[in-house]
C-alpha cells in the first residue's frame, strides 16, 4: 500500500468538514486501510462531527513541550524523540482510525525549533498510516504555510456561490506553485441538479471530480450534533463515497493514471 496524504480545502462553510467526517465514516465502515485524521481547522468542528474528543491538541502540546523545554524538564537533546511519542500519545483511536486536532495557535513566542520537530514528527507519523485526512481552515494561509508539508491530493471544495470556486482557484494557485507534484480537484457541494453543476464547470478552469446534493440528512446531523460515524446511506454521503471511490482513498492504493472527472461513474 502507498502512503498518501490528502487535504479538503475551501472557502468557510462550503461543507469541508462534512465531507471529511463522511469519509472518514467510510474509512471506518470499509475497513480496508489505517486511516490518520486530522482537524486543521482552529475552531475545531470535526471532533464533534464525528462524536471524537481532542484528547490533547497539537497545538497544546506544542505549549506544553515548550513550557517543558523552559523548566528543563525536557532535555532539548531528546526533544525528537519525545514529541514522537507525545504525539502517539495524543491520537484519538477508532477502529483503523486515529484522530488529532491541531487546535488554536497560542501566542507562546517563535520557538523554531519546537514548530519544525513537530511538523517532522506529523509526517513520520502519517508515514505509518495508508492515508492521511486533513480537513484544513478556510482559505489558502495553511496550504501557505505549508502546515502539512507534502499533500499529495488536494480536494477543494466549494458551493454554487462565485465566492466559494474564486477562493478554491485562489488556493490552488498557491498549491501549485509550492507543491509541483501534487494533484488538486474540485468538488461541488449542496447542488440543485446536475445541470448546475455543469454550469460551474464551465465556468473554472478546475477540474470538476463530481458534486454532492444538498442533503437536509448532513444538515439534520449538524443541528443535532450526531455523529456522522453513524450517518445512513443518504444522497450527499453517496455522492462523497462515489467521489472518493475514483480516487483509490478508500483502499489505499495509489492515485489512478490518467483524468478523473465528474461524469464517469
Ligand atoms: N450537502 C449538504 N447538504 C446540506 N447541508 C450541507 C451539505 N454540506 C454541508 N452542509 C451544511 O453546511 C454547513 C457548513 O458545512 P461544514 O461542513 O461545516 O463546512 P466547512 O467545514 O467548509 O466550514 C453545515 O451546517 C452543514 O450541515
Ligand atoms: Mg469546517
Not at 444538498?214 to 439534520?220: L, N, Q
Request: proline fraction near 3%; glycine fraction near 8%; charged fraction near 25%.
Amino acid at each position: 500500500m502507498s502512503h498518501r496524504v490528502i487535504a479538503i480545502a475551501g472557502k468557510g462553510g462550503v461543507g469541508k468538514t462534512s465531507i471529511s467526517a463522511i469519509l472518514a465514516g467510510e474509512l471506518v465502515k470499509q475497513g480496508r486501510c489505517k486511516a490518520l485524521i486530522v482537524d486543521a481547522d482552529p475552531s475545531g468542528g470535526l471532533g464533534m462531527a464525528l462524536g471524537l474528543s481532542v484528547r490533547r491538541s497539537i497545538n497544546q502540546l506544542r505549549v506544553d513541550t515548550i513550557q517543558e523545554i523552559k523548566k528543563k524538564t525536557i532535555d532539548d537533546r531528546d526533544l525528537s524523540k519525545q514529541l514522537d511519542f507525545i504525539l502517539m500519545d495524543a491520537l484519538n483511536e477508532k477502529a483503523n482510525l486515529a484522530f488529532i486536532a491541531v487546535g488554536r495557535p497560542e501566542e507562546v513566542g517563535c520557538y523554531c525549533s519546537v514548530n519544525n520537530l513537530l511538523r517532522e514528527a506529523i509526517e513520520t507519523l502519517s508515514i505509518k498510516f495508508d492515508v492521511t485526512v486533513i480537513d484544513a481552515e478556510a482559505g489558502v494561509e495553511q496550504i501557505n504555510r505549508k502546515v502539512v508539508g507534502s499533500v499529495d491530493h488536494l480536494f477543494l471544495v466549494a458551493d454554487s456561490s462565485v465566492k466559494a470556486i474564486t477562493v478554491a482557484e485562489s488556493i490552488d494557485t498557491v498549491f501549485s506553485r509550492i507543491n509541483r507534484s501534487g494533484r488538486t480537484d474540485l468538488i461541488l457541494n449542496r447542488i440543485e441538479s446536475p445541470e448546475q453543476a455543469d454550469a460551474i464547470a464551465t465556468r473554472t478552469h478546475l477540474n470538476v471530480l463530481g458534486w454532492i446534493p444538498e442533503d437536509s440528512t448532513i444538515r439534520k446531523y449538524d443541528l443535532e450534533e450526531r455523529s456522522f460515524f453513524d450517518l445512513p446511506a443518504c444522497p450527499a454521503a453517496n455522492a462523497v463515497i462515489a467521489i472518493v471511490e475514483k480516487t483509490g482513498i478508500l483502499t489505499g492504493i495509489g492515485l489512478q493514471a490518467g483524468p478523473m472527472t465528474a461524469n464517469d461513474t
